[in-house]
Nanobody, 118 residues
Framework: QVQLVESGGGLVQAGGSLRLSCAAS????????MGWFRQAPGKEREFVAG????????SYGDSVKGRFTISRDNAKNTVYLQMNSLKPEDTAVYYC???????????WGQGTQVTVSS
């Protein structure tokens, strides 16, 4: 089992950058695929980015491609989301998630708020 804690959210102007971090507990973090999701008020949860356990494969939601970058440091049990060229529509609660040998992400953090002002 893994526990996830996000940090790094905040208020930023449009065009700015933020880096989110997700610290994971557990010695088997390096075996988990990791992902970032977000949910804006009144909207469904949206996939943002994912990275496999080997860091050999990443994927992104269409709305963030070319602006966001996911990475991980298995030595630090941490996954990151670098967000550049932020837009007001990126405003949401961002969640870190993990999965191990499943298609569904089954471990979730508590979320961190990102607000982008115009």
């Amino acid at each position: 089992q893994v526990q996830l804690v996000e940090s790094g959210g905040g208020l930023v102007q449009a065009g700015g950058s933020l880096r989110l971090s997700c610290a994971a507990s557990g010695r088997t973090f390096s075996r988990y695929d990791m992902g970032w999701f977000r949910q804006a008020p009144g909207k469904e949860r949206e996939f943002v980015a994912g990275i496999n356990w080997r860091s050999s494969s990443t994927s992104y939601g269409d709305s963030v491609k070319g602006r966001f970058t996911i990475s991980r440091d298995n030595a630090k049990n941490t996954v990151y989301l670098q967000m550049n060229s932020l837009k007001p529509e990126d405003t949401a609660v961002y969640y870190c998630a993990a999965r191990y040998s499943t298609l569904e992400y089954n471990y979730w953090g508590q979320g961190t708020q990102v607000t982008v002002s115009s």
